[in-house]
């Protein structure tokens, strides 16, 4: 690595501590560059990195539709506002903690995650966040294919005749995702900075537009009442599925939020960046998918969700269409490679880091997203809410809980940075008690998720006890992993004759 630089925060204060620990583990099959722990000379992420990070993702066609999933079930605007607000809010929790790590001791999410797990159980936490995003990933580049097939019809009309043109113009938008994460972090990094500032342009664009043809911001909001669906079921049973659908929105990145905080120069640098970068901007952008939709509804009389399709009727200008486009279909690469692709890039590098690196496991996500089909995965605005984000939300709440559990509660943030990367040493290979946890967390709520899953918009009418605790998803799942986890932690080492558990708590990072 290079030349000695210092940092605060840093568990290993210089690039030749941290070349010392990749040194000895360098033939390891747990190792390659890709995991290699990140000194202070690849510390390049700022407060505003974070932060312009956090916009790019927010700022993208499934936040900006997010509330329409709570009002087709039944929700105004100002409730369904409230609880993507809060939910955001709850989920910064586990976000900012689990970042610490990244900052301390540099590692992505796959080796910090061998702590709990175990170096060869880390696969299943991995995997588990891979396949979730192999799934975003899928649904963010279908979104993004229509922007471009968007952009392209504006440009020539008979594009629109072409057959298969949204295919097309889907795997297009794939191979220029696939271009990008090749050439690595860095220029993810840079994508993202440049990037923010012209989704927050065309964002106020378009809230401007809907204020001022809707007649105001107070007759705009008067009109969503007619998004609202009416339904039989009361704000509280609505509110708590989702409440839990919407943490699980971001419940992929608490887990793997190590994978960019492994890059920032402080702690407070990544603390202050997520608490202004995470709730504010997704409050607005919300804020901006109702009014900019309900504005349409006083303009063309119809709620209008996708600013895909909005954007050729705001505006018959050639030149204006085509860059809002553009910028929507930039939104949706944003998402994509910091939300969707360095996750399981690293998590697929996990498996066989000799075989796999990074940019190798970026590819294989693009060909399982492609094999989710995508376009089925969105078809229902209700199922999307209250199926697809509370059931993966539950599995992940439940390997939220044990990561915190471990790294805060157990080991008192004290982790050996050397032995992450070893087969054998302090760490097993199958750390039995997070099983356990899962188990116990996970089952309660398989039921619920059953019935969910096969009714009709995801939203069961009299839902019996055990189905209710998929309606608290993520909340149950992550509290019942953060107290078994603890508690047989805690059993172990006061039964414990040799002291090995209690060991982990005391262990250095470069031992």
Not at 272 to 292: E, H, K, Y
Request: net charge neutral; hydrophobic share 55%; with cysteine.
């Amino acid at each position: 690595m290079s030349e000695t630089k210092r940092l605060k925060d840093l568990a290993l204060q210089t690039d030749a501590e941290v070349d010392e620990v990749c040194d000895r583990v360098r033939d390891s099959r747990l190792y390659n560059e890709d995991l290699a722990p990140a000194g202070p000379a690849r510390r390049t992420w700022h407060t505003w990195h974070i932060m312009a990070m956090w916009l790019s993702i927010s700022v993208v066609i499934t936040t900006y539709t997010l509330a329409s999933g709570l009002m087709a079930s039944g929700m105004n605007w100002w409730q369904a506002l409230m609880t993507v607000g809060l939910a955001n809010l709850i989920v910064l929790i586990p976000m900012i903690l689990n970042a610490h790590v990244g900052v301390r001791y540099g590692i992505p999410f796959p080796v910090f995650v061998r702590s709990s797990f175990g170096t060869s159980g880390a696969n299943f936490a991995a995997l588990s966040r891979a396949v979730v995003a192999c799934g975003w990933f899928g649904i963010q580049t279908w979104l993004g294919g229509l922007a471009v097939s968007g952009i392209l019809t504006a440009l020539w009309p008979a594009w629109a005749d072409v057959t298969g043109h949204t295919f097309i113009a889907f795997f297009v938008f794939w191979a220029i995702q696939m271009a990008i994460i090749v050439r690595g972090m860095e220029t993810i990094k840079i994508f993202e900075s440049w990037a923010a500032p012209l989704l927050i342009i065309v964002a106020l664009w378009l809230l401007v537009w809907g204020f001022s043809a809707g007649g105001g911001p107070v007759h705009v909001l008067q009109a969503s009442e007619s998004m609202t669906t009416k339904s039989q079921h009361s704000f509280w049973s609505l509110f708590w599925p989702g409440l839990a659908a919407n943490v699980g929105y971001w419940a992929t990145l608490s887990l793997n939020i190590p994978d960019f905080t492994r890059f920032a120069r402080s702690q407070r640098s990544q603390t202050v960046g997520q608490i202004v970068g995470l709730p504010v901007s997704m409050i607005i952008f919300s804020f901006i998918g109702i009014a900019t939709t309900a504005a349409t509804v006083v303009v063309f009389g119809k709620a209008v969700w996708n600013p895909v399709d909005l954007v050729p009727m705001v505006s018959h200008n050639p030149f204006v269409l085509v860059v809002a486009l553009v910028v929507i279909a930039i939104a949706q690469i944003s998402t994509n490679m910091a939300a969707n692709t360095v996750a399981p890039s690293n998590d697929f590098s996990n498996v066989a880091p000799k075989l796999i690196s990074f940019r190798t496991g970026g590819l294989i996500t693009g060909v399982i997203g492609v094999l989710m089909f995508p376009w089925a995965l969105m078809d229902n605005a209700g199922a999307y809410i209250f199926t697809w984000l509370g059931g993966y939300g539950s599995l992940l709440g439940a390997i939220a809980g044990i990561m915190i559990a471990d790294y805060w509660l157990v080991r008192r943030r004290n982790l050996n940075l050397t032995d992450l990367y070893r087969v054998e040493g302090e760490y097993p290979r199958w750390n039995w008690p997070a099983f356990v946890a899962m188990a116990f967390a996970i089952i309660p709520v398989i039921p619920g998720f059953i019935v969910a899953a096969s009714t009709p918009g995801g939203n069961v009418d009299n839902p019996s006890m055990i189905d209710s605790l998929f309606n608290y998803g993520w909340f149950f799942t992550f509290g019942v992993s953060v107290i078994v986890y603890w508690l047989i932690s805690l059993l172990r080492q006061s039964t414990s004759t040799d002291g090995s558990l209690g060991a982990a708590g005391k262990a250095k990072a470069g031992s």
